[in-house]
């Protein structure tokens, strides 16, 4: 580990596993956000047609539809909110990760940290679906956290 203090020394395979798995989300985020964005740019009258089909299926199936149209648009704007910043911000300290500096390394744990603080009180909260990216983020404040990782950043 003692090779990535060099300042010749090129990027370590966690690092570009962190770098590489932060690029995906974060693209991946910022896809959402324009789907979340398309959806609401559909008119009200659109998106009242389609809960009432939604509603009709649901009742067919013995579920009650409690929500309505805006009820759905602002969920879809707080989703938009939400897969925007992380997007961006995945985006922005993903392409940061070159840089060796402490201030880069520090951004990225803090970053995956409150990611994996979110995903887990998610998980707490009943959302069983949030192991998943909760893996991810656990993987990569591990491999942030490696002693390759740290003389990458000068922090040994």
Request: glycine residues 8%; neutral net charge; without cysteine.
């Amino acid at each position: 580990h003692l090779e990535a203090l060099r300042p010749d020394a090129p990027m370590p395979r966690r690092v570009v596993t962190v770098r590489t798995l932060m690029l995906v989300g974060g693209v991946s985020g910022l896809l959402l956000l324009l789907l979340f964005v398309m959806g609401l740019s559909a008119p009200a009258e659109v998106m009242e047609e389609a809960l009432d089909e939604q509603a009709a299926l649901a009742a067919e199936q013995g579920v009650a539809l409690a929500f309505d149209a805006d009820m759905m648009r602002s969920y879809m704007g707080l989703m938009a909110l939400v897969t925007g910043v992380y997007g961006t911000l995945s985006v922005l300290v993903a392409t940061r990760l070159r840089r060796r500096t402490v201030g880069v390394f520090w951004s990225a744990l803090l970053f995956q940290g409150a990611a994996a603080g979110i995903l887990l009180w998610a998980l707490l909260s009943g959302e069983l679906l949030a192991i998943v990216p909760l893996g991810f983020a656990a993987a990569m404040l591990a491999f942030m956290w490696s002693k390759e990782s740290r003389a990458y950043f000068g922090l040994l």
